[in-house]
């Protein structure tokens, strides 16, 4: 049996795809870990606590529970690793040259570890960009995900880890905090739209941004990792696509239900970082490899969330 175990469980991302594998595989093949220890009351399946850049405690908890796959999603992101540059470089790249060394040494079955568009730059093809381009990031996050996505596909030709990746669009989730990322806004607005208030964008109206409803983001996942070996070509970082909208358009699809609400728009340093990134992504590799398809439109994904949403006005 697959027991797998789920860095950075407690981040936005990992509450969710935590969740989504215990209901696949059985709680009992599930372990959820994090820096933070209070983020054990989210799961039903085992919890440890981990420090990423500690390789010593993570062999432990690999021998200790068996563990033939990792889910790697401990990271800082974009906005956030802007404040702290050198630590978010050390706690992205070390986390991972840990969790790839281990592979190799324990000869796990599979390691997942997500990439981002952070890894696109201001000399990438904007519209349509392409699974393989020019990438010059201008954020310390994406430079850590350019490189880490050297070092997985090093690791598979070199010693064979069967390391699976996607390159995420902006996630847009109901179920937890944003993380400190440059979309983030894409989720802040549901709750002021909620709250009756006036949504302050840290972004332009008319930024054009790929993004994925999270639902989506935990199918391209699963559906990536479930795929036969065989049938992934790109060992690097796969294109996912999904929506691209502007925050504009996000706004008034909201304004669908409810019409009194309104924007402003207040755009910041994370404008300069949102600039260098596509408009929107092809992703026609990974259609082919392992035939991934979205199934969320704006609206759809709107609805759901508006119907589910629960914020304390």
């Given at each position: ?16 795809l ?11 093949a599930?372990?959820a ?16 606590v ?10 432990a ?45 324990k000869n ?27 990438m010059d990031?201008t954020?310390?996050?994406g430079?850590?995900?350019?490189a ?10 070199i010693?064979?880890v ?6 995420y ?9 944003p ?20 949504f302050n ?8 941004l ?11 996942t699963?559906d ?10 790109v ?37 300069n970082?949102a ?20 199934e ?18």
């Amino acid at each position: 049996m697959e027991k797998i175990l789920v860095t950075g469980a407690g981040g936005q991302l990992g509450t969710e795809l935590t969740e989504a594998l215990a209901g696949r595989y059985g709680t009992s093949a599930i372990i959820a870990s994090d820096i933070n220890e209070k983020a054990a009351s989210r799961f039903d399946c085992t919890f440890e606590v981990l420090n990423v850049l500690d390789k010593d405690k993570m062999a432990a908890l690999i021998d200790k529970h068996e563990v033939t796959q990792v889910y790697h999603l401990a990271a800082i992101l974009s906005a956030a690793g802007e404040k702290n540059p050198l630590f978010t470089w050390d706690l992205n790249m070390k986390s991972l040259l840990n969790v790839l060394e281990l592979a190799r040494e324990k000869n796990l079955n599979k390691i997942y570890w997500p990439s981002s568009i952070a890894v696109f730059g201001p000399h990438t093809r904007a519209v349509d960009t392409p699974q393989y381009c020019v990438m010059d990031p201008t954020t310390v996050y994406g430079i850590s995900k350019l490189a880490g996505e050297r070092w997985c596909e090093y690791y598979n030709k070199i010693y064979g880890v069967d390391v699976r990746s996607l390159r995420y669009p902006g996630l847009i989730s109901y179920k937890a905090a944003p993380g400190g990322g440059t979309t983030d806004y894409a989720v802040e607005i549901y709750h002021s739209a909620l709250k009756g208030e006036t949504f302050n964008c840290f972004l332009k109206a008319d930024t054009h941004l790929p993004m994925m409803y999270m639902p989506d983001a935990i199918k391209a996942t699963i559906d990536l990792m479930e795929a036969p070996a065989e049938s992934i070509s790109v060992r690097s970082s796969y294109n996912v696509g999904a929506l691209s909208f502007t925050p504009e358009e996000i706004y008034n699809s909201i304004k669908k239900f409810h019409p009194d609400f309104k924007i402003a728009y207040s755009p910041d340093f994370r404008q300069n970082i949102a600039a260098s990134w596509p408009d929107s992504i092809d992703d026609s590799v990974a259609r082919e490899d392992w035939n991934w398809k979205p199934e969320f439109d704006l609206d759809a994904m709107t609805k759901d969330i508006l119907e589910n949403l629960v914020v304390e006005k």
